[in-house]
């Protein structure tokens, strides 16, 4: 079973340190996939909270970009060894040379625990990651946001956001994954259950058409 972590939580516009990304970690059977790679200033932390749960940069299979904002995408150096994901791109250095390749289609399936998902609204291209494990003590469907959700509040609350894409693109984001998981990690705030999955998974047209 993966276990799901988050080992940056990532904090909002008017936080008092200013805003940075939440960075996420999923452990699995022959995986260690990085979601998210911080900012320019946050790669040492990013290190420091990896080796709390005994893992190495160089362990790092797979780095997954969820959007190209700089928050999210700063330490990728870091992960010398890993498949890097990004919007439809994979990267991954191979005897010293670098490879690229296309993403065939979505969903983008990392591990038989993990998947990944291509939306968009926050900007034109986000990813998403979907996860099949454990976050706490729990069994749960989690899934890793970016900034498609900013945090919790975004549950009941689709105002515009700055540097929003697509605001129609974004509410359709929304509710699939409100249908998708039954715990949220948010691009820029503390993880969160969500109560309302069955609802936003069978009745998603009709909450669309509603908040029209």
Not at 67 to 82: I, M, P, R, V
Not at 86 to 98: F, I, N, Q
Not at 178 to 197: L, Q, Y
């Amino acid at each position: 079973m993966a276990e799901c972590h988050v080992i940056i939580q990532g904090r909002p516009n008017d936080h008092e340190l200013g805003p940075t990304g939440t960075v996420g970690l999923i452990i699995d059977t022959t995986t260690v996939t990085l979601i998210d790679a911080g900012d320019p200033w946050n790669g040492l932390e990013i290190v420091q909270k990896l080796q709390e749960l005994h893992v190495a940069p160089s362990t790092v299979t797979h780095v997954v970009v969820t959007h190209g904002h700089l928050d999210h995408c700063a330490n990728l150096g870091l992960f010398q060894e890993a498949s890097v994901i990004m919007d439809w791109d994979v990267g991954r250095k191979c005897g010293g040379k670098a490879k690229y390749s296309v993403i065939p289609g979505w969903p983008y399936r990392i591990s038989d625990n993990l998947e990944l998902q291509n939306l968009s609204g926050h900007t034109a291209s986000d990813t998403i990651a979907i996860v099949s494990g454990k976050i706490g003590n729990s069994k749960k469907i989690v899934v890793y946001s970016g900034d498609l959700i900013e945090d919790f509040q975004d549950l009941k609350n689709f105002d515009p956001l700055e540097l929003l894409e697509n605001p129609s693109d974004l509410l359709i984001s929304h509710e699939y994954i409100f249908g998708a998981g039954d715990v949220i990690i948010p691009g820029h705030g503390a993880t969160f259950e969500n109560p309302d999955r069955i609802l936003y998974l069978f009745f998603g047209f009709w909450l669309r058409f509603l908040h029209l």
